[in-house]
């Protein structure tokens, strides 16, 4: 009698719990899709970039090589540059700066329309930075301390 009563109760739990079970719809109907790196970045596009690259004094900088993709200028004897047909996304443009004697420089933004501008602040070697390795830090940004 007693394994009787005990499997009753077990089969009744059972369908208790089978029956209380639902699917919870509120979570299928909500957007939960996720979006792609290349959602994110945007379409590919062609944009015409200028800008100034200006020391830390806001001297102008010479001979500074900017890199945007596989193309890339170098900056006049006033720090400028236009840079015609880069390659870039929609959301994100990547611009890469470099001279020796200073602190290389990785600047993101998002051009808007086919054109973008950009005033860069580049930074000597030796100006001081809370690293000690900031030469292996590039990338990071660096403020200076006068």
Do not use: W
């Amino acid at each position: 009698m007693k394994s009787i009563n005990f499997i009753g109760l077990a089969l009744s739990l059972g369908l208790l719990f089978t029956l209380s079970c639902k699917k919870n719809t509120a979570l299928a109907d909500q957007n939960t899709s996720v979006k792609t790196f290349s959602e994110y970045l945007g379409k590919p596009i062609v944009v015409d970039l200028k800008g100034k690259v200006l020391d830390t004094d806001q001297n102008p900088v010479e001979n500074v090589k900017v890199i945007v993709g596989n193309d890339s200028i170098f900056t006049d004897n006033n720090g400028l540059f236009i840079l015609k047909n880069a390659s870039a996304h929609e959301n994100l443009l990547t611009v890469d700066v470099t001279k020796a004697g200073y602190k290389n420089e990785q600047i993101c933004i998002a051009p808007e329309g086919g054109t973008a501008s950009i005033n860069i602040t580049f930074y000597k070697e030796s100006d001081l930075s809370i690293f000690r390795f900031n030469k292996n830090n590039h990338n990071l940004p660096q403020t200076s301390v006068k």
